[in-house]
């Protein structure tokens, strides 16, 4: 800062310049300042231009800034061609997405006894998971609602039904003679 009554905004870093705008929201001097600067090093997207121009009189401004400081010219083509020639292509994996990310050999180079704990684990799964006549009595047991008991009425287990809406019985008493008439319902 040069001088004791104003800033000079080319003198200013980058972080001053952004305290400054901060400070003063609608100083649109420090804002086109900060997009020239910002356009110089490549670090905004045209979104943060676009919300910068909202505060700038001239926005012809700010888009000259972000047409050209787009190098669309073809002078590093050859460096970068010669470049790509010399390293030579580079064998790198294809990755499918959805696919495995390590290879069954990548896998069989790290994997160690231990590793089967889940296998094993999975193995004893089918044999100790209880049967579907199991689960659901005791999901009836634990969840009685009209709903689980219309789904066994309509399946045909009625004796099952009949148990839920015995229990709702008990546990909604302003609603007994409802569940009552569904009982007799699927008698």
């Given amino acids: 800062m040069v001088g004791s009554s104003y800033i000079e905004l080319h003198r200013l870093t980058l972080e001053e310049l952004s305290g400054v705008v901060n400070l003063y929201p609608w100083y649109g001097a420090a804002r086109m300042e900060l997009c020239t600067r910002m356009s110089r090093m490549g670090g905004w997207s045209p979104s943060q231009f676009a919300d910068e121009a909202l505060y700038v009189p001239d926005r012809s401004r700010i888009e000259r ?13 050859k460096e970068l061609v010669a470049a790509l020639l010399e390293g030579g292509a580079s064998e790198g994996g294809v990755r499918v997405v959805g696919g495995d990310y390590f290879s069954q050999a990548q896998y069989d180079k790290v994997s160690r006894g231990q590793d089967s704990i889940f296998a094993r684990m999975a193995a004893k799964a089918p044999k100790d998971a209880p049967s579907e006549d ?12 009209e709903t689980l008991a219309r789904i066994f009425a309509e399946q045909g287990r009625s004796d099952e039904a009949r148990r839920i809406y015995s229990r709702l019985v008990l546990d909604i008493p302003e609603k007994s003679a409802y569940f009552a008439s569904l009982i007799d319902n699927l008698k």
Avoid at 65 to 77: A, E, M, P, T, Y
Avoid at 134 to 145: D, L
């Fill in 134 to 145: 199991e689960s659901a009595a005791e999901m009836a047991e634990r969840f009685p609602t």
């Fill in 65 to 77: 800034l972000l047409r050209g400081s787009s190098d669309c010219s073809d002078k590093d083509v």
